[in-house]
């Protein structure tokens, strides 16, 4: 298809499985609700994903790299609503973690509106189109395939992180070993966020 296409699946591989706010999210949520609550959040985090890669390539990266004080405000932003996800996840009561009660959890549209927030996202992105696409005549349709094979890659890496989850899940089964499990994930959901910020 194009030469940088076989360095770009590793990429988008190692950008997916390794741990950030999203893969976390996933995880605590499969953890908590089941395998099946995590599915949109798998299906709206890879199509977010996915659709800033097309936004970064067709123009828009150039016009955020151009504006730093517009970069700046949306990297402060996710990192602010991800470490408030964090506190909700880490101060949720024991009642909230029974089976048997209906939340509103995060879903297609949330994790997809997400990705415009995490600023791990927004720098893979970057990364993707200046490193990957390349600036020939054929730059946009590289951009095309880019963001369809990230898609592509991304869902079943965010897939082991919820058969993870839903496996840990079946361990915690008392409320209290689950409010530990959830403890645990809102700080790494925290570090994760704030690691991203400096690198």
């Not at 893969?23 to 985090?45: D, E, Q």
């Not at 549209?109 to 390349?134: E, I, Y």
Request: glycine share 10%; with cysteine.
């Amino acid at each position: 298809m194009f030469p940088t296409l076989l360095p770009f699946l590793l990429f988008a591989f190692v950008a997916s499985i390794t741990p950030g706010p999203t893969n976390i999210l996933v995880l605590s949520n499969s953890a908590r609700y089941g395998l099946k609550a995590a599915l949109p959040i798998i299906l709206g985090a890879c199509t977010g994903a996915a659709g800033i890669v097309l936004l970064v390539g067709s123009g828009f990266g150039q016009s955020l790299a151009q504006l730093p004080k517009v970069q700046a405000t949306l990297q402060w932003a996710g990192i602010l609503w991800l470490s408030y996800l964090s506190w909700k996840i880490f101060s949720a009561p024991t009642e909230t973690i029974d089976p048997g009660v209906t939340q509103q959890r995060l879903g297609l549209t949330g994790a997809a509106s997400l990705q415009l927030l995490n600023p791990k996202t927004w720098m893979m992105a970057l990364a993707v189109v200046s490193v990957f696409a390349g600036n020939g005549s054929d730059r946009q349709s590289h951009v095309v395939y880019l963001s369809l094979a990230f898609f592509i890659v991304s869902l079943p890496c965010l897939g082991v992180w919820a058969l993870l989850g839903a496996g840990s899940g079946r361990v915690f089964r008392s409320a209290k070993a689950m409010q530990c499990f959830n403890r645990c994930m809102a700080l790494l959901l925290f570090g994760s966020t704030w690691l991203s910020a400096w690198m």
